[in-house]
Nanobody, 123 residues
Framework: IQLQASGGGLVQAGGSLTLSCTLS????????LAWFRQAPGKEREFVAV??????DYADSVKGRFTISRDSAKNTVLLQMNSLKPEDTAVYYC???????????????????WGQGTQVTVSS
């Protein structure tokens, strides 16, 4: 299985970006897909997940970020609006079995990770 993330960049506070992550090598519908992020000097943290038709978000991004799946393209999207400087981080997509019932924020539950894409929000 491979995950290829893209879409990062530099944006001003209040702006928008859309990240995408394409899964290849396995059946797309067998996996829950999530985004995590890691800011400099901080631990990696959960951002959002889309699995079995359900979505969940970290409190810090609720109402601003939207995760969605495009099954025709084997892609998960993260639409990020009203970006803040504190959203600056490397964003990683991750995949886990849809049969996993471990907490969505548990990084060890995700067996597959993309390479990361940098998001920088200027004030």
């Amino acid at each position: 299985i491979q995950l290829q993330a893209s879409g990062g960049g530099l944006v001003q506070a209040g702006g928008s970006l859309t990240l995408s992550c394409t899964l290849s090598g396995r059946t797309f519908s067998d996996y829950g897909l999530a985004w995590f992020r890691q800011a400099p000097g901080k631990e990696r943290e959960f951002v959002a997940v889309n699995s079995r038709g359900d979505t969940d978000y970290a409190d810090s991004v609720k109402g601003r970020f939207t995760i969605s799946r495009d099954s025709a393209k084997n892609t998960v999207l993260l639409q990020m609006n009203s970006l803040k400087p504190e959203d600056t981080a490397v964003y990683y997509c991750a995949a886990r079995s849809i049969y996993s019932f471990r907490p969505v924020g548990d990084m060890t539950a995700y067996g597959y990770w993309g390479q990361g894409t940098q998001v920088t929000v200027s004030s």
